[in-house]
């Protein structure tokens, strides 16, 4: 069975620009998460998504957003980025809660 | 003050060692804990969940005591795989949200 999926692996933007990155969960799993992990630190939760709804946000500005579609894959975008936007951004899925798996991540370098 | 607060070592220890650290938590209304491990660039991935009774996975322990809010994992005769960052994570109300200590590093060498 394929595992969590997102794309691109590697991304290197100019700041102020806009990024959209791709997560598919694995099959059957209902929910979707983001993180942020930057150099030396612990991931911290961006987003959840359950059902293609909204259930929890994390302490990010309104420039990172995200959805979930029928097939609940996700895509996050951050817009404006900063130099300080620089971090693996990695999703999660699940079942329902708990037992998360993450995906490789996309690794996201402003400059 | 952080939610989950860790030493982050690094840990230096011999093949064959036990090693074992801690992680505290500041959320009382905590409700489910995990170590996860996560190798040099790559994603986490769920070593264990930590039970209020203490479990055993191999090799691996983890205590709970929520009355001191601490977590703790140890490692028996540690192998030169074991070398990775070990996160301590836990979750709040709803169990949607997962917070991530800083991580502890561990070096085992041969």
């Known amino acids: 069975d394929a595992g969590v999926t997102q794309s691109p692996t590697h991304l290197i933007k100019t700041r102020g620009q806009q990024v959209t990155l791709r997560c598919s969960p694995i099959?059957?799993?209902?929910?979707v998460s983001w993180y942020q992990q930057v150099l030396g630190q612990g991931p911290q939760f961006i987003f959840q998504?359950?059902?293609?709804?909204?259930?929890g946000r994390g302490n990010f500005p309104d420039r990172f957003s995200a959805r979930q579609f029928p097939n609940y894959s996700s895509e996050l975008n951050v817009n404006a980025l900063l130099l300080g936007d620089s971090a693996l951004y990695l999703c999660?899925?699940?079942?329902?809660?708990?037992?998360?798996?993450f995906g490789s991540g996309t690794r996201l370098t402003v400059v | 003050r952080k939610e989950v607060e860790q030493d982050p070592g690094p840990f230096n220890v011999p093949e064959g060692a036990t090693v074992a650290f801690n992680c505290t938590y500041s959320?009382?209304?905590?409700?489910?804990f995990f170590w996860y491990r996560q190798d040099c660039r790559k994603e986490p991935k769920l070593l264990m969940s930590?039970?209020?009774s203490g479990n055993e996975d191999g090799r691996f322990t983890a205590q709970l005591n929520r009355a001191s809010q601490y977590i703790s994992l140890l490692i028996r005769d540690s192998k030169l795989s074991d070398s990775a960052t070990y996160l301590c994570?836990?979750?709040?109300?709803?169990?949607?949200?997962?917070?991530f200590g800083a991580g502890t590093t561990v070096t085992v060498r041969a």
């Open positions: 999660a899925s699940s079942p329902e809660s708990r037992a998360y798996t």
């Open positions: 998504y359950y059902e293609k709804e909204e259930r």
């Open positions: 959320n009382s209304a905590s409700q489910s």
């Open positions: 994570v836990v979750t709040g109300i709803g169990d949607y949200k997962l917070s």
């Open positions: 099959s059957g799993h209902k929910s």
């Open positions: 930590v039970y209020s």
